[in-house]
């Protein structure tokens, strides 16, 4: 295991959104606390690191991963997508609850933050299932899971049929103060489905998943938490009349956050053309006015977050005609790179861009990290906005399933700590 | 962002010859237009005492049903045959191979037997170009049908009817009726009709079983059919599968065939000439009449015959592109020697 890091960066443009600080500067890492930002530090027992011209963000929080364990080890372990996690500079990672089993047990979440801990790459945060084994039947012991480490309360991809089971999920979770998140999509309406209904799926004759399937479960969440009280997040907004009743019931006071994924913010359905299936995800890729609404609605603040969606996927799973193709992108090892080409691209302001990958979404899950505060454990991450890198090249996830194995992204990462230790050193 | 590549590099090669045949969409006219003339030369060898030409002389060809069909079979099996070539037919139960995996290791072992073309008939849609990116280029993929997205050599069978009783395509007004939805032949049908030049193209059906923004492909849509029909030179109904009562498509049948079956009082809304064709095989009484079916305008029959020729085309066209293709490759490694 790491020891705690003694660190002088210096002369970095130090850039923590949710402070609004964004200046050149120096940072001290002292027994793994981030003691001072400021110019001109000195300290003489600590690692020199120059960083004339990188980037000091705080480490990257990701609202929505995927982890291969339990249950799936031929895609790859916690060890791996941590490691993943940490070259891509993100230093805390919310992992869904729909693994196998599924994390209903304290056994389970003790598992998780076992290996986690083991592997030392990322802080691992569960969600525990709002339900037993995600059935939508009985509750999950939400509050035993929670004082076992869990930061959230999720069904995950398994829409809780019944109503009145929702509800009294909801009111429970509400007892605790426990985070719901929510991934909206009605089951009947996206059934057989693997493309977003529309001119796209038309021609290629696949099955559609029309925009009413996410928003028809959307509108019944956001009803269900008005009427609980309860604190909510929406997982994977895809298309545009989602964004439009989240800005509303943000608009009503709601208690509510939401993300987005970085492929809906980059792709289309015109992504799918001769059915690539590397871009086969869940929710689909929506036409270009959605994709253009979800983009307005992270700079607007409306969608709170950008998360990597990671879903790691053996080799076997995109070797199949597309229909029959497991959907997901592996993402961990592209979200900061991804977000950097948003902003190169001028469709995002740096700022949020950033505050999007950091600050918000750890306020989205009502965890304290995303920020660069002095006095705390360090989470940080440096990084070379100028340098240019190919996925394929420097790719760890065991997961390979990306659409952008072979497209040259910006940004490199130099350097990640999280809570104190040195996770990732690029030579 | 940069969307693949459209599927003509590998439909086509480098000097525009069919090398497989995947989808219409994507062709120029002039391949559509050659594989029509083709079949003319071929349709009157099924007249001949001998029923052969030798043109895939040595050649094997596989059937790889995924999806159980034993017309659509026969037929690819005979314009196979009548081409001389040595004919395997694979039918897979599709839980065998419902891994990819499986699929891969598979056509792996029918290119080691040495097989010059693969004919794929797949419940997914897609599933022939996954098969063309993955096969060895040696062998040519033809499309026998995949999912809801394509049946190419049915589309170009019936645009062989038309052009054989129309003359051509210019002018045309063509009507294709019922499960638009479901229909991998409306689809090829549809971009058939509008590369070849036809003057419109309407769809008519309830909007259960039409697909979302068909008007993207370039057809008017009708709800009523006595509309739709109107003045139109071609009259082409769908099958209608009885499992669309199941899902809450439509109601019933007989509703069905009340508001949208072809009767002869409804085809005079039509042109005195048009003709009426259906890919078969027919469900009288649901979407057509028994007197339209067995009528004096009816071309259904007819479209069988073609359909041994039109495939007779697309697999010498697809097996001398490939050829074409391995001697100027073959070409360029003697040059580079």
Known sequence: ?427 | MTAEPSTDPLQLTGDGQLRNFLSIEGLPRSVLEQILDNAASFVDVGDRAIKKVPLLRGKTVVNLFFEASTRTRTTFELAAKRLSADVLNIDIARSATSKGESLMDMLRNLEAMASDMFVVRHADSGAPHYIARHATPEVAIINAGDGRHAHPTQAMLDMYTIRHYKGGFAGLKVAIIGDILHSRVARSQIHALNILGAEEVRVIGPRTLLPADIESLGVSVYDDLSQGLRDVDVVIALRLQKERMDSALLPSESEFFRLYGLNNERLRQAHPDAIIMHPGPINRGVEIASEVADGERSVILHQVTFGIAVRMAVMSMCMSGREAEQRSRGGDHAAAR
């Open chain 1, 1 to 427: 295991m790491q020891p705690r890091a003694d660190l002088l960066i210096r002369k970095a443009r130090v850039i923590d959104p949710a402070s609004g600080r964004d200046e050149v500067a120096d940072l001290l890492v002292e027994d793994g606390r981030l003691l001072r930002i400021g110019a001109s530090l000195d300290a003489p027992g600590a690692e020199l690191v120059a960083a004339d011209g990188l980037w000091l963000l705080p480490g990257l929080v990701d609202t929505c991963v995927r982890l291969p364990e339990p249950g799936n080890h031929r895609t790859g372990s916690l060890h791996s997508e941590t490691r993943a996690a940490a070259a891509g500079g993100i230093t805390h990672l919310c992992a869904t609850p729909d693994t196998d089993p599924v994390i209903d047990s304290t056994a389970v979440v003790r598992l998780i933050r076992e290996r986690a801990m083991k592997a030392g790459f990322a802080r691992v945060m569960p969600m525990a299932a709002l339900t037993q084994g995600l059935q939508g039947q009985q509750l999950a012991e939400l509050a035993t899971l929670r004082d076992a480490g869990c930061i959230a309360v999720s069904n995950a991809g398994h829409r809780v049929q019944d109503a009145l089971i929702l509800k009294r999920s909801l009111e429970y979770a509400a007892t605790f103060d426990l985070p719901v998140v929510f991934r909206p999509q009605d089951a009947a309406l996206s059934s057989g489905g693997c493309a977003h209904e529309g001119p796209v799926a038309t021609r290629l004759g696949l099955p559609g998943i029309p925009s009413v399937a996410e928003t028809v479960d959307l509108a019944r969440a956001l009803l269900l938490v008005e009427a609980t009280g309860v604190r909510a997040h929406f997982h994977q907004l895809s298309c545009a009349a989602s964004v439009a009743l989240l800005r509303h019931a943000k608009a009503q006071g709601l208690n509510v956050t939401a993300d987005v994924s970085i492929h809906h913010l980059l792709l289309d359905e015109s992504a799918i053309e001769g059915f690539n299936s590397l871009c086969h995800i869940s929710p689909p890729l929506r036409s270009r006015a959605d994709r253009d609404a979800l983009m307005q609605g992270v700079i607007d603040g409306t969608v709170d977050a950008i998360s990597s969606q990671h879903i790691p996927l053996g080799g076997s799973a995109k070797l199949a005609p597309f229909p029959s193709t497991r959907p997901g992108i592996s993402g961990l090892d592209t979200l900061l790179s991804l977000v950097l080409e948003l902003v190169q691209r001028d469709q995002l302001p740096l700022r949020r861009a950033l505050d999007a990958i950091t600050a918000a979404p750890a306020r989205c899950l009502g965890v304290s990290a995303g920020r660069l505060e002095e006095g705390r454990l360090a989470s940080l991450c440096l990084i070379d906005p100028n340098a240019t890198r190919l996925p394929a090249e420097d790719w760890l996830s065991a997961g390979r399933n990306s659409p952008w194995l072979d497209i040259e992204l910006p940004g490199t990462v130099r350097l990640t700590v999280c809570e104190g230790k040195v996770t990732w050193l690029s030579d």
